[in-house]
């Protein structure tokens, strides 16, 4: 007898209504997938995901300008093996590695087809990561970079950061922008810029997400 089919289920978080209409389509289509929920962002969207307990979260470009990767790291924390794959992204590296970082393992361009779509629907349910090629070189590079910078990691007891500059490396750490971080603290883009830059100059390198992560293995930050 034949080993039955493993079903996935899939939640769709899209804000323009047709996308996810399309999207539903698509995947009903095939025997072993079942969208379980479609919802546009919304402040209730973690409880709605939770209450589906979807495999898969696909989620769009669109939806991720409301929610950003803080709301994919909070689905991290309270939903235990759910896979994130956000979908009509832009070839953005840094967008790229915070979405890395957050937790997403599939990532797909806005020109992928709906091949690729389903494909890494399975994909990442079966244990996979999916890239395109040219980003991944980019994950590659930002490992490598990592490693290089090791010795210093720890050969420094403390960068001397300011208690401010300290509070940026945690909000560069959530995926905050500049322009979103001076909003959220009342400041000027360029101020915030002028304590990134002496942020990174105090630890050595040019990434600002080489600072969260130095500051990670410091113990400075959680």
Same mark, same amino acid.
């Given at each position: 007898m034949a080993d039955a089919v493993q079903m996935i289920s899939v939640f769709l978080l899209a804000q323009?209504?047709?996308?996810?209409?399309?999207?539903?389509r698509i995947l009903s289509k095939k025997s072993d997938i079942r969208v379980v929920g479609a919802a546009p962002f919304s402040e209730q969207i973690v409880e709605q995901i939770l209450t589906t307990a979807p495999d898969v979260l696909l989620t769009d470009s669109a939806a991720m300008e409301f929610t950003d990767t803080q709301v994919v790291s909070e689905m991290q924390k309270v939903a235990s093996g759910l896979k994130i794959v956000m979908i009509g992204m832009e070839?953005?590296?840094? *967008?790229?590695? $915070? +979405? #890395?970082? /957050? =937790?997403?393992?599939?990532?797909?361009?806005?020109?992928?087809?709906?091949?690729?779509?389903? *494909?890494?629907? $399975? +994909? #990442?349910? /079966? =244990?996979?990561?999916?890239?395109?090629?040219?980003?991944?070189?980019?994950?590659?590079?930002?490992?490598?970079?990592?490693?290089?910078?090791?010795?210093?990691?720890?050969?420094?007891?403390?960068?001397?950061?300011?208690?401010?500059?300290?509070?940026?490396?945690?909000?560069?750490?959530?995926?905050?922008?500049?322009?979103?971080?001076?909003?959220?603290?009342n400041l000027s883009e360029q101020t915030v810029k002028n304590h990134v830059h002496r942020m990174l100059r105090k630890a050595g390198t040019s990434d600002r997400l080489a600072v969260v992560q130095l500051c990670r293995t410091q113990g400075l930050m959680a």
């Amino acid at each position: 007898m034949a080993d039955a089919v493993q079903m996935i289920s899939v939640f769709l978080l899209a804000q323009n209504r047709l996308l996810r209409e399309a999207l539903a389509r698509i995947l009903s289509k095939k025997s072993d997938i079942r969208v379980v929920g479609a919802a546009p962002f919304s402040e209730q969207i973690v409880e709605q995901i939770l209450t589906t307990a979807p495999d898969v979260l696909l989620t769009d470009s669109a939806a991720m300008e409301f929610t950003d990767t803080q709301v994919v790291s909070e689905m991290q924390k309270v939903a235990s093996g759910l896979k994130i794959v956000m979908i009509g992204m832009e070839h953005d590296k840094d *967008a790229f590695l $915070r +979405s #890395v970082q /957050s =937790g997403v393992v599939g990532y797909l361009l806005k020109d992928a087809s709906a091949v690729e779509v389903i *494909a890494a629907v $399975r +994909s #990442v349910v /079966s =244990g996979e990561a999916v890239c395109p090629p040219n980003l991944c070189l980019t994950l590659f590079e930002y490992v490598a970079r990592q490693c290089a910078q090791v010795p210093n990691f720890q050969i420094r007891a403390s960068l001397g950061l300011t208690r401010r500059e300290q509070q940026l490396v945690k909000m560069i750490g959530l995926g905050l922008t500049n322009k979103e971080i001076a909003a959220q603290l009342n400041l000027s883009e360029q101020t915030v810029k002028n304590h990134v830059h002496r942020m990174l100059r105090k630890a050595g390198t040019s990434d600002r997400l080489a600072v969260v992560q130095l500051c990670r293995t410091q113990g400075l930050m959680a």
